[in-house]
Nanobody, 125 residues
Framework: QVQLVESGGGLVQPGGSLRLSCTTS????????VGWLRQAPGKEPEGLSC????????YYAESVKGRFIISKDNAKKTVYLQMNDLKPEDTAVYHC??????????????????WGQGTQVTVSS
């Protein structure tokens, strides 16, 4: 059974940084692309970033490009999201996700993607 468990969220001031972690089980990061999406209260889920299984190439939504960096450690079965220059509009629950594809199909995920439970990120002064 595949599980995705997020951690690293919290309260941060505008301009600050956080690093989220997604620890996977039952999923080989050498074979499957994994990434991140977020959902703010009352809003639709927003795909943010995806990292491909083979070359580790990252894909990003325009809203986070240049501020967020996705990476992974296959041996630790963990995917990271380094978030810099955080803004109040980044406040949301952040979820790790996978469509069980080898390559990312851009930075988003299908409606059938598997999500983790999520971790809350709040950006506020």
């Amino acid at each position: 059974q595949v599980q995705l468990v997020e951690s690293g969220g919290g309260l941060v001031q505008p301009g600050g940084s956080l690093r989220l972690s997604c620890t996977t089980s039952g999923l080989n990061l050498d074979h499957y692309a994994v990434g991140w999406l977020r959902q703010a209260p009352g809003k639709e889920p927003e795909g943010l970033s995806c990292i491909s299984s083979d070359d580790g190439r990252g894909y990003y939504a325009e809203s986070v490009k240049g501020r967020f960096i996705i990476s992974k450690d296959n041996a630790k079965k963990t995917v990271y999201l380094q978030m810099n220059d955080l803004k109040p509009e980044d406040t949301a629950v952040y979820h790790c996700a996978t469509d069980f594809y080898y390559h990312c199909t851009g930075y988003g995920f299908s409606s059938g993607a598997l999500w983790g439970q999520g971790t809350q990120v709040t950006v506020s002064s």
